[in-house]
């Protein structure tokens, strides 16, 4: 069975080498990373910001000195929605039979992963056609790893897919989230933690910044400040 890897990354100098660290051991035909040179540019506004455009910083650097294994994807796609196209285009051009696809912030634990790559690699049952996917549950934290949202994002993202087979428009199947299988882990989603001036940036870049609740926004934003959160919040 053919697997690869496709992590998509922008400006990600402090998690590439952590999120790269996990996937090198791990039994993977090739790991593909897609460094865009530009924010991808958010679907629900109309007018681009200069936070969008790329400033350089040491992630491309990174992957060169200390990843040389890692096969880097320098990409210059307006939207994430064209990025994640292109990767799927790539797995079936080279005749994958799944493609792992995860974003520089989000990790699994390795005892999970042997589990569930074991799942992905049994394949189909007789008689039967093998799964289409698998999509994960997140876990998001803020700040430290201590804090999380409680219960967890009931968003569902989906983290393995048949190239053939899989079909996307955004991050969304056509399928339906519900044509693929659940993994029984938990995916851990560390975004926004750090500093109140990486969560400040990370804001501005997010392609996602409508879906971002205002009052969460104003307060990071405007008043530099860290909202209220109880742990496990």
Partial sequence: MKIEVNILAFHEEDLIAPCLSQWIHRPV???????NSKRWFPINRAVKSPEWEYDGDSTEDI????????QLWMTNFDTETETRAFSMFLGRVRNLDYVIMMDVDEFFIDEHWREID????????PGEEKPLGWR???????W????YVDPPDTYEPVI???PFRGIFENR???QGLEAFEKVPYIMHHVSWIGPIERIQM???????????????KDQILNKGERPALDDNC
Avoid: C, W
């Fill in 29 to 35: 035909d090739r790991i593909n990373v897609f460094l």
């Fill in 63 to 70: 992957i060169n000195a200390y990843f040389p294994q890692i």
């Fill in 118 to 125: 074991s799942q992905m690699r049994k394949g189909a049952e």
């Fill in 136 to 142: 994960a549950q997140m876990q998001t934290y803020f």
């Fill in 144 to 147: 430290n790893l201590t804090t």
């Fill in 160 to 162: 393995i897919v048949d």
């Fill in 172 to 174: 969304e199947p056509q």
């Fill in 202 to 216: 990370k804001i501005k870049r997010s392609a996602h910044v409508a879906d971002i609740v205002d009052e969460f």
